[in-house]
């Protein structure tokens, strides 16, 4: 799907589903909340932290892939709240990335 069929499929879940949307500020605490557990579950699959329980680190990288989507998820109630097209915000995102960076990366010796 694109990303403007993302935003769709989020708006049509949450009026199905959802109810209605969550205030603005709700929605950034439910985005900071994911991208904690996304952070917890980095930390101990490519950090130096481990699992409590060496049980937890099975399927670990699923949930990984989980909290992606839930992240995701909740930028999609974001952008549709606030009436941001996101695909239009992403194609200049590139352009702008593009124009700044265009030879930055590629000649950083660390990068190397």
Wanted: charged letters at 35%.
């Amino acid at each position: 799907m694109n990303i403007r069929e993302f935003q769709k499929r989020v708006d049509d879940w949450i009026k199905e589903y959802g109810v209605r949307y969550f205030d603005e500020k709700t929605n950034m605490l439910v985005l900071m909340e994911e991208v904690g557990e996304l952070s917890r579950l980095m930390a101990r699959v490519y950090g130096e932290q481990s699992f409590k329980k060496p049980e937890d680190s099975a399927n670990s990288k699923r949930r990984i892939a989980e909290e992606l989507a839930d992240i995701l998820f909740v930028i999609g109630c974001l952008s549709n709240q606030m009436n941001i097209d996101l695909e239009s915000e992403l194609e200049g995102n590139f352009q702008k990335k593009t124009n700044r960076d265009r030879h930055r990366h590629k000649n950083n010796p660390d990068l190397m």
